[in-house]
């Protein structure tokens, strides 16, 4: 076995082929710690296990910066980030032993890779109590949900286009509170019932209804003129439809003045 500084060991091993015992790499500094490039280089020199600490930095650089080490090597790393790549912090994970990810405040990842944000959130553990997720392109409604549901921190994403009812049905750990997630969502129904887009509008910020033209509500709805005014508010001009039953005098007053029906 060798112990050292990261110098010394690669003047130990100049010319060595076949090195199979393991490394201990001695860092330097204040913290000490080791290059990603020099632990990169020993790891490459032999196949047994390399232990190191990894000078902090960003997670994506010291991912690329590591081709060498495997899951058999022991290695610490601080990150210095305060936004990762879930795909990257995941993968970065899987080479390191001791990662420690304290100042990182928010993900980011791309639609098609939606999966390694779950994993990414509980390799952070307790800090994703207040990390922020931010995801490019559309996702899934229950894929939003689940992340949602494993963060307290802002989310921000585009829900595939659907249907009201059923976006709204799955995602019941969105939070559409002010300065909380921040959805975008295009619905492709042409009819919609009241109450169902009342209530999505709640939980998303960008709310694109254009395709809707028929709004419908039940007759034995609670606050009925409510719920059909609040969502006529929302797409004006649209036509009103009360199904299941006769509505009173007074209700169909009421929305007469501000619908068509």
Not at 11 to 24: F, P, Y
Not at 163 to 187: E, M, P
Not at 188 to 215: E, G, H, P, Y
Request: net charge negative; charged share 15%.
């Amino acid at each position: 076995a060798l112990t050292g500084t990261a110098a010394n060991i690669l003047l130990a091993l100049k010319g060595v082929e076949g090195h199979k015992g393991n490394i201990t790499v001695s860092g330097t500094g204040t913290p000490t710690s080791t290059a990603a490039a020099d632990v990169n280089t020993i790891a490459g020199l032999t196949t047994g296990v390399v232990r190191a600490t990894i000078t902090s930095g960003a997670v994506k650089a010291t991912l690329d910066a590591i081709t060498n080490v495997d899951a058999n090597d022991i290695i610490t790393f601080t990150t210095s980030d305060t936004t990762v790549d879930a795909s990257d912090l995941v993968a970065l994970k899987a080479k390191v032993d001791t990662f420690i990810t304290g100042s990182v405040t928010k993900i980011t990842e791309v639609a098609a890779s939606v999966a390694s944000v779950e994993e990414a959130l509980n390799i952070l553990g307790a800090d994703t109590q207040t990390t922020a997720v931010e995801i490019t392109g559309a996702i899934s409604a229950a894929d939003l949900n689940t992340i949602a549901n494993n963060t307290a921190g802002a989310v921000t994403a585009t829900i595939t286009a659907g249907t009201v009812a059923a976006t709204l049905a799955a995602i019941s750990h969105v939070d559409g509170t002010a300065g909380n997630d921040k959805i975008t969502y295009t619905t492709n129904q042409t009819t919609v019932d009241a109450s169902d887009l009342v209530d999505l509008n709640a939980k998303v910020d960008t709310f694109n209804i254009a395709s809707v033209t028929t709004i419908t509500e039940a007759y034995n709805t609670v606050d009925l003129t409510t719920e059909v005014l609040a969502a006529e508010a929302l797409k004006e001009g649209a036509n009103v439809e009360i199904t299941g039953g006769a509505i009173s005098a007074a209700n169909l007053n009421i929305l007469a003045t501000d619908v068509t029906i």
